[in-house]
């Protein structure tokens, strides 16, 4: 069954509104928890680490304004894009792995993001 | 900087036939390799591989690390349309997270 839940699935919103994207990992705890955004027909693209209790770490190019990441418990990672815009329109995948360096890292279902 | 490498990145093949699918990777502190499919949404887990010559195997999928050419691959036997996906190979060096490769995208046709 699945170990990362993702929700939502889908969602569709107006420009200059902001959606929040949740990423839960189910019956273990996750201290780090990965966010992925993915273009048609590219490969993932990592854009930040979430780490339980501290702040996130973005990668080069990545808005942290933009893209706010909040890791409160050991259990949810939530992704809020801010004032979203139809070039944010995109696939964003969420990971993380059980605890221990050799764990094989486990993917949200996704969110199929699509500003209007 | 790290990167791994995949190769093909498409091809179609007929119903049947068997394909390889080809990593390279250069990683610090290499640890593991995973292989993942990746379909309409999010990748699917398929094998993680750490040490060399030994071939993990899952129904008609099976996969093989070699640790000092920095190499894996990946068969499929008998393939099938359902075996349609982007198969995405990923180095882990356990601290950060995981180098993707671009992908290979199978077809499968009739």
């Known amino acids: 069954g699945a170990v990362v839940s993702q929700h939502p699935s889908r969602v569709i919103c107006k420009s200059g509104t902001s959606v929040k994207i949740e990423c839960r990992s189910l019956?273990?705890?996750?201290?780090?928890m990965f966010w992925y955004r993915q273009f048609p027909k590219q490969s993932l693209m990592l854009m930040a680490t979430s780490n339980e209790g501290s702040k996130a770490t973005y990668e080069q190019g990545v808005e942290k304004d933009k893209f706010l990441i909040n890791h409160a418990s050991l259990t949810l990672s939530t992704l809020t894009v801010t004032s979203a815009h139809p070039e944010d329109s995109s696939f964003y995948i969420c990971?993380?792995?059980?605890?221990?360096?050799?764990?094989?890292?486990?993917f949200g279902n996704g969110t199929r993001l699509t500003v209007t | 900087e790290d990167k791994v490498v995949q190769s093909p990145l498409s091809l179609v093949v007929h119903e049947g036939d068997t394909v390889t699918l080809n990593c390279s990777y250069e990683v610090t502190n290499f640890r593991s390799l995973l292989w993942y499919k990746q379909e309409k949404k999010a990748p699917t887990f398929l094998f993680m591989l750490t040490s060399s010559g030994i071939e993990k195997k899952s129904g008609r999928l099976s996969s093989i690390l070699d640790k000092k050419e920095l190499f894996s691959i990946l068969n499929i036997t008998a393939t099938q349309t359902g075996d349609s996906a982007v198969y995405l190979c990923?180095?882990?060096?356990?601290?950060?997270?995981?180098?993707f490769g671009k992908g290979t995208r199978l077809s499968v046709i009739a």
């Open positions: 019956d273990f705890q996750a201290t780090t």
């Open positions: 990971s993380a792995n059980r605890q221990g360096l050799d764990s094989p890292l486990h």
């Open positions: 990923a180095g882990n060096s356990g601290n950060t997270p995981l180098v």
